[in-house]
């Protein structure tokens, strides 16, 4: 499995974009797919997941009502909006996806997911 993120760039403070992230290769209807970021400095953590089959979608706190994560089927891609964003966003943004069978971990943690994509730069300027 291979996932291509891209769509990051520099965005001032209060705009938007938004990330794509297509995956081939074998997967399945019942994997997870999941959006982290890592500044520098710190660890990488849990943004927004989506269960690919039924759509339910996973937040986390900081960018609830800011970010929707989504995704198309047929294109076997993954979505994430990002609005109104602040300069603590800016980060490294990577995909991953989990089958949930190997991946023994939840929506929310690293090791929930087995496959990463390379990352993709957002910087927000204030």
């Known amino acids: 499995v291979q996932l291509q993120a891209s769509g990051g760039g520099l965005v001032q403070a209060g705009g938007s974009l938004r990330l794509s992230c297509a995956a081939s290769g074998r997967t399945s209807s019942s994997w997870r797919m999941g959006w982290f970021r890592q500044s520098p400095g710190s660890e990488r953590e849990f943004v927004a997941a989506?269960?690919?089959?039924?759509?339910?979608?996973y937040y986390a706190d900081s960018v609830k009502g800011r970010f929707t994560v989504s995704r198309d089927n047929a294109k076997k891609t993954v979505y994430l909006q990002m609005n109104s964003l602040k300069p603590e966003d800016t980060a490294v943004y990577y995909c991953a996806a989990g089958n949930p069978i190997l991946s023994r971990g939840s929506y929310y943690s690293n090791d929930g997911y087995g496959y990463w994509g390379q990352g993709t730069l957002v910087t927000v300027s204030s």
């Open positions: 989506i269960a690919w089959s039924a759509g339910i979608s």
